[in-house]
């Protein structure tokens, strides 16, 4: 016994020689692996720092602090302190006004006009036209307010146009850049978070511009993509693996299921703008529409998911329901469907999250329209977050690549809160057995 | 009889019956000894007989052993349970009949002091019968024989009959000669013995009869000893 | 001998009854006979057909009203396939189809005027792998008294629930902890939930595929304890790959083998002195 051990097959020279060269073999495929996790890791981390890079400057605004005389001359001739006159009064003059008393020494036509061009014009006029608006008592008083900078300026200060550059290249003037040296270094200009952003809804200036009216259209939107597809699709999905008799209709059924969730966005697109808009003439633009859209595009996701959700459930379960008694459609109701909810649910999640990715759809409908309002009910015209997106990177000037990689980072941000809440949901839910 | 799957299970059993013919053979040779002993005189032989016995007994003891583990590790069921638990009892009843050649040894000797018996032939043709029965219910043992156990089984009256024979010659013997008593009252247990040889054979019939069958014999075992009740007229 | 026969109907009549020895007789006869076991099943010609291929054939049984009746075999040999026929779970079975007649106290249990739910009522089932609702063990032995409608009042629910843990003997293990999921049991006190369970519904029947198969021994122990004392009131057919646990469990046992009931006797006589070749076969464990 002893002998033959010695001579085992298994501790020859050779035998050790298989071996290192099995290890070297394993060893490769894992450095390999290795190799492509952090090329994966790489390119996301560049997809991110890349975006945050760009994206993170449009949370900030730069501010300009002035002192506005807001003479009744004016703004109320009459002193009758009509809402319709303060309304329409020559704001423009009072903001310009400011600026030339900021800067008595310029008093040339084209110095005054580029004096202008640091502020806002609609941004600063609008503020001013809001506050006396909403109370008249301000007329006749000299009032100190921050307005914004206009877009090009604001871009000068965080550096994205180089001041050294020739000056027909850039689109601030030699002057410009004075005076806005002159109020930085008395303290009128400062910078602030990005409230506007996050509150006002699109604008034709990139300063103004912000993706409340998007997120808005774009959560109305998938409210009812969501009331549309979660009960449909796991109602069909249900009553599919179930109930259904299993014969060639069914059969049919099931793989046009399947190709449906293979089927491009846009062809969705172009069935709610041929049934939805014009067979039963919805609104254009509107969030409804939007939302039955990506509903029946989310609608196969979700089937498949909770037929795989529910197979997943263990037969032993249901054998166990209907060995007490209980009927099959007990033993679905008590035990399946509720063992199946956190699948269900996380597939519905995804397909939500799809959904809220989703732009081609969107534009066959109409909801790529340039909408400066948010949209106060799921009829109005409104816009979407990834529509917004595509939008603005379309834009010429300098401040909307900022504003767009900004409004990515929102719209990703969403995204990953989508995902932990399935996540979360999923491990509350999922129970072993 | 199919093969067990588990093929160190039939080993086993191969190896409990083997040890059973061993020693059914051994016991047949200690009953030929004691009755060649007996008829030879021969008080060395009768000596060899009585000592032998304690080799038949560790037979028997490791039967016990190797039936208590196969019980124990194989949890044998229908015809091995059976076959098991035979392998028990004919270990036993050719212990016992191994007892009896040994007490019939043991009573040779105070023959063989005394002066020889005359006719003395039917005991011995008794005994020729009762070597014959162990023989072949060891026989029907190994061939797995149920005709031949049950020869055997009524065989048991052909050895009875002879006892009463047996038993009404010595009494009339002792009646003759008083000088007779002595032998003749040890012969009449070795008459004695050898009826209960026949009534082990049986027994060891009705185990085989048993495992091959799984049915007992139901009928009353023949029973011709009349022995308790033999008187003869004074 | 006069004597006490008179003083016999002396004190009879005392007592106000009128010696009948008609009557008298009639009770004599009648005494031994109720002791006589009662046939629940009456199984005639049933076969099962698995997408036309026939897993089960003509088989001819009558299953006693007590004790338990054990189904033996090799794997495939139908004896699964037969227990589901007593609470009809093959229909659950696409393309499964059952023939013959299988009478429960002399009424066929696949006429059309027997619902299999109503009928699973009174059947219960333990499976292989215990299978405990992912809920809690209140709610798991609670489940089918309240599909069922048994239980109108929260006290009446409580005391089922309590009256089947005891009699599954978990009751002292779970009664401070009901709250807890049934999940969380071991492996055997987990069958025990699944039997208290399944006893709640007050079934006549219980049927057991494999209990002990995913138990340690001394979980198998208390299961084959606790089937010896359900026994007393529950008709219970189980089946079992242990041969062994057929024989400590079982007054009757039924060998199956490719799709044929073999042999049907006591479990004593199956196990000592089975009259089929193949019987013997499969219990020795010989090659067949």
Redesign the interface.
């Given at each position: 016994m002893s002998a033959e051990a010695n001579t085992s097959i298994h501790q020859t020279d050779q035998a050790l020689g298989r071996l290192a060269k099995r290890k070297a073999k394993e060893n490769r495929f894992r450095y390999a692996g290795i190799a492509a996790v952090v090329i994966a890791m790489a390119m996301l981390g560049w997809l991110v720092v890349s975006l945050v890079g760009t994206g993170y400057t449009a949370f900030f605004q730069h501010y300009l602090t002035i002192t506005v005389t807001l003479s009744e001359s004016d703004l109320d001739p009459h002193g009758a302190r009509d809402a319709d006159q303060l309304r329409t009064a020559n704001y423009r003059k009072v903001i310009q006004q400011a600026l030339y008393s900021r800067f008595p020494d310029v008093t040339d036509r084209r110095g005054k006009r580029a004096l202008f061009q640091i502020v806002s014009a609609s941004g600063a006029t609008n503020q001013v036209r809001q506050m006396v608006y909403q109370d008249p008592d301000l007329v006749g008083r000299e009032i100190t307010i921050t307005v914004p900078t206009s877009d090009d300026v604001d871009q000068l200060l965080k550096g994205y146009i180089d001041r050294n550059a020739p000056a027909e290249l850039r689109k601030v003037s030699d002057r410009q850049i004075e005076w806005v040296d002159q109020v930085v270094a008395g303290g009128e200009l400062t910078r602030e978070f990005n409230w506007r952003f996050f509150t006002a809804a699109d604008s034709r200036d990139p300063e103004l511009a912000g993706i409340a009216g998007a997120v808005v259209g774009s959560l109305m939107a998938l409210s009812v993509a969501f009331m549309l597809s979660v009960p449909v699709g796991v109602g069909a999905a249900v009553y599919l693996e179930e109930f259904a008799p299993?014969n060639r209709l069914t059969d049919f059924i099931e793989i046009n299921i399947n190709n449906l969730a293979a089927v491009p966005s846009i062809v969705f697109g172009l069935l709610g703008l041929a049934v939805f808009l014009n067979f039963f003439g919805l609104p254009r633009s509107a969030p409804l529409v939007g939302g039955m859209v990506l509903g029946l595009m989310t609608l196969p996701t979700i089937i498949i998911a909770t037929r795989s959700a529910l197979r997943a459930v263990?037969p032993?379960?249901i054998?166990?329901?209907?060995?007490?008694?209980?009927?099959?459609t007990?033993a679905v109701f008590?035990?399946k469907v509720p063992?199946a909810a956190s699948g269900i649910l996380t597939g519905s999640i995804i397909g939500m999250a799809q959904a809220l990715g989703e732009t081609a759809p969107l534009l066959m409908i109409g909801m790529v329209a340039f909408v400066t309002e948010i949209p106060a009910s799921i009829m109005e015209p409104a816009s979407a977050l990834p529509v917004q997106i595509f939008l603005w990177s379309d834009s010429a000037e300098r401040a909307w690549a900022e504003r767009a990689s900004a409004a990515i980072i929102v719209l990703l941000l969403v995204l990953i809160t989508l995902n932990a809440v399935a996540i979360f949901l999923r491990s509350r839910l999922e129970?072993?057995? | 009889m199919n093969e067990h799957i588990v093929s160190s299970f039939d080993d086993v059993m191969s190896d409990l019956s083997t040890e059973i013919i061993h020693m059914g053979a051994l016991v047949r040779e200690q009953l030929v000894g004691a009755l060649k002993a007996l008829k030879r005189r021969d008080e060395n032989l009768a000596k060899r007989i009585r000592k032998n016995d304690k080799q038949v007994d560790a037979i028997n003891d490791d039967i016990e052993e190797r039936v208590m583990n196969i019980l124990a590790l194989r949890q044998p069921l229908a015809v091995d349970l059976r076959e098991t638990i035979a392998a028990l009892k004919i270990a036993r009843e050719l212990e016992r009949i191994g007892d009896l050649a040994r007490n019939t040894a043991k009573r040779s000797r105070v023959i063989i002091e005394q002066e020889p018996l005359e006719g003395m032939e039917e005991i011995f043709k008794m005994g020729y019968v009762a070597v014959k029965i162990v023989e072949d219910v060891m026989q029907a043992f190994e061939n797995r024989d149920v005709e031949k156990a049950t020869e055997v089984w009524n065989a048991d009256e052909e050895i009875d009959e002879y006892c009463n024979t047996v038993f009404t010659q010595l009494l009339s013997g002792m009646m003759i000669d008083n000088s007779n008593i002595n032998a003749c009252s040890q012969m009449t247990f070795v008459a004695k013995n050898l009826e209960r040889v026949g009534d082990h054979a049986t027994n060891i019939a009705e185990s085989i009869h048993y495992v091959l069958t799984g049915e007992k014999i139901d009928e009353h075992r023949p029973k011709r000893d009349k022995t308790s009740s033999t008187t003869v007229e004074i | 001998m006069v004597n006490m026969n008179a003083a016999h109907t002396k004190y009879i009549s005392d007592l106000g009854l009128t010696p009948n020895m008609g009557e008298v007789i009639e009770m004599m006869a009648s005494a031994p006979a109720a002791e006589t076991t009662q046939v629940k099943f009456e199984c005639r010609d049933v076969e099962v057909f698995y997408s036309g291929k026939r897993a089960l054939r003509g088989v001819n049984m009558d299953v006693p009203d007590s004790g338990v009746t054990a189904l033996i075999g090799p794997s495939g040999c139908g004896k699964s396939t037969f227990l589901r026929v007593f609470n009809r779970m093959n229909d659950t079975i696409p393309n499964a189809r059952v023939t013959g007649q299988i009478l429960m106290d002399g009424q066929d249990i696949y006429s059309k005027d027997i619902d299999p739910v109503l009928l699973r009522a009174r059947v219960g089932m333990v499976f292989q792998k215990p299978n405990p609702f992912p809920k809690s063990i209140y709610d798991n032995v609670a489940y089918g008294p309240r599909i069922h409608g048994l239980a109108p009042q929260k006290k009446d629910l409580d005391n089922i629930v309590e009256r089947s843990l005891v009699r599954a003997g978990l009751w002292d293990e779970v009664k401070d902890r009901l709250k807890e999921p049934g999940t969380s049991l071991s492996g055997g006190q987990q069958q025990r939930l699944v039997i208290a369970r399944a006893i709640a519904v007050s079934p006549e029947v219980i049927l057991m595929d494999e209990p002990a198969s995913a138990l340690d021994p001394i979980a198998t122990a208390r299961l084959e304890e606790l089937i010896d004392e359900l026994k007393e009131k529950y008709c219970i057919l189980i089946v079992t790959h242990s041969m062994a646990q057929a024989a400590r469990v079982s007054q009757k046992t039924a060998f199956f083998h490719l799709g044929d009931l073999v042999e049907y006797d006591d479990t004593q006589t199956i196990f000592t002195n089975p009259k089929d070749q193949r019987t013997q076969d499969y219990i020795t464990g010989r090659t067949g």
């Open positions: 299993h263990s032993s379960i054998d166990g329901a209907l060995s007490l008694g209980a009927s099959h007990q008590h035990h063992l129970r072993r057995w | - | -």
